[in-house]
């Protein structure tokens, strides 16, 4: 390792401005002075590769041959040579920040759980160590400011999806660990790149569907490890994701994955609850696309009211019951300085404290699908109402749905899942305790993609709330360096 000296623990808005920083918590004061977002400082990981640093990097540059042929500009262009050790460091920062081990007393969930496993029995290039090298090499490269090591990570990512599709050729490929972990890496690089995806509210782009074909082939009677178990778990989240966004009914593997035996009796509750609430917003979306609508169809948008009244209200007795086992805490905000513009006017009064960024993960896709369902109740009420004021006829409304009371109601969910951000991206423990800026992953960032930029790009709930989450999506760009985040941002 070169001597770079002492290394500076400052954010960097004040590195860059060659001023000292206080390293005040959840911001230094010259940042929170001048009304500029505070990047953090500098983790154990930084400090500990910091020969990946700016000066190294501008060092090993000068001691690169100066191109003298056309042929040699096309090839420097590509990006300089990466030293060996980066590449092991860059897979150790991966799993440091984005693994996440279950714990025993079945609360916590896991995350990736398996992956370091799988990769030590790989031998030899394959598409499961081309993925996981692409996707670390990216994330390392975005939170170590080193953009010039993403040529390499597009490098290895290109690789593994020529590997993958080769080995999807093989039927007998389909029901392997390594084959699945890397549809979900390369999805994972897609998401830390913020390249390949098409529409703004999707947070996957193809490899979703050959998920949903790999846990179709992956029966889930068969008798499979712990790891191989939380990782089909992981692939089936990201499936059900998939599915309340866009509005697709899910397949009956999926349904019976929702309710796996293997599951908790609570999980197998909320996994059932998030297949019907797929099932009605599919339902409700075919009748709303149509551009015509008469009374065989307007009785159905009341059956579907009454449908979707009921569904969120076993959700909110779901969540009375479950509070007492997926437990988490509330804490009044603490205040870190008075606010004065009407941006920190919009942080939530209180904060959530979990046993997990799994857990706070979970409850977040809750309240998200309560917030889908009153979307959904709010424009069929308005589509109901447009045809009743038009055409009187004899139907009774026997559940007038008043919008002040939906608005309000999707405004408390939204509040709920902004005062989990604090937890999950690492400002406090599950004590409550401030924490320091090392101990802080890029996983709670990644967590939160899906309900910030769900919210965001729906435009619900207040401007307020909306603003406040652009601005904690930019965080997630900056400083954990998902660069899907900015899409929105």
């Not at 205040?335 to 904060?351: E, V």
């Not at 902004?418 to 967590?447: T, W």
Request: include cysteine; glycine fraction near 6%.
């Amino acid at each position: 390792m070169p001597n770079v000296g002492k290394p500076s623990r400052g954010c960097q808005p004040c590195k860059d401005r060659k001023v000292k920083c206080d390293q005040g918590l959840p911001e230094c004061r010259r940042c929170r002075r001048n009304s500029r977002l505070c990047s953090g400082y500098p983790t154990a990981t930084d400090l500990i590769f910091r020969n990946t640093l700016s000066v190294d990097v501008d060092e090993h540059r000068r001691q690169q041959p100066l191109p003298t042929t056309i042929s040699s500009r096309r090839t420097s262009s590509i990006g300089a040579p990466m030293p060996a050790d980066w590449h092991a460091q860059s897979v150790c920062m991966f799993f440091h920040d984005y693994v996440i081990k279950p714990s025993d007393d079945k609360v916590c969930f896991g995350f990736l759980h398996g992956l370091p496993d799988l990769l030590s029995k790989e031998h030899g290039t394959s598409a499961f160590e081309e993925a996981v090298s692409a996707v670390a090499l990216i994330s390392f490269a975005h939170r170590s400011s080193l953009e010039y090591l993403v040529p390499q990570a597009r490098r290895r990512y290109g690789r593994a999806l020529s590997l993958i599709a080769e080995a999807l050729r093989k039927q007998e490929n389909l029901k392997e660990d390594p084959v699945l972990a890397t549809i979900l890496c390369l999805g994972y690089y897609e998401l830390v790149s913020g390249e390949k995806l098409a529409s703004p509210c999707a947070l996957w782009s193809s490899h979703v569907d050959v998920l949903e074909s790999l846990l179709r082939m992956r029966r889930p009677e068969q008798v499979e490890s712990s790891s191989s178990t939380y990782l089909s778990f992981n692939a089936h989240n990201t499936l059900t994701i998939r599915n309340l966004t866009r509005k697709i009914r899910p397949s009956k593997e999926a349904e019976f994955m929702g309710r796996d035996p293997r599951r908790d009796p609570y999980s197998r509750q909320f996994g059932g609850l998030a297949c019907e609430t797929c099932h009605l917003l599919a339902d409700a979306d075919d009748l709303l696309r149509q551009a015509a609508i008469d009374y065989v169809q307007v009785t159905a948008l009341h059956e579907i009211i009454d449908a979707i009244i009921i569904l969120d209200m076993k959700l909110t007795t779901w969540s009375g019951q479950a509070s007492g086992y997926y437990l988490f805490a509330k804490m009044e905000a603490p205040l870190s300085a008075p606010p004065k513009t009407a941006f920190d006017l919009q942080a939530p009064p209180s904060i959530h404290l979990y046993t997990s960024p799994t857990m706070a993960a979970m409850w977040n896709q809750y309240r998200c699908m309560r917030i889908l369902l009153l979307e959904c109740l709010q424009k069929c009420s308005s589509r109901q109402r447009e045809y009743t004021a038009w055409e009187p006829t004899p139907l009774k409304i026997d559940n007038p749905c008043a919008v002040d009371q939906i608005s309000q109601g999707i405004e408390d969910l939204i509040d709920d899942i902004c005062a989990s951000v604090s937890y999950l991206l690492g400002e406090v423990d599950q004590e409550g305790n401030l924490r320091q800026p090392q101990q802080k992953k890029a996983i709670g960032g990644f967590l939160l993609l899906w309900p910030l930029r769900l919210i965001v790009c729906k435009g619900l709930g207040t401007l307020l709330q909306r603003n406040w989450m652009m601005k904690r999506l930019g965080y997630i760009r900056n400083v954990l360096g998902i660069y899907e985040a900015t899409s929105l941002s």
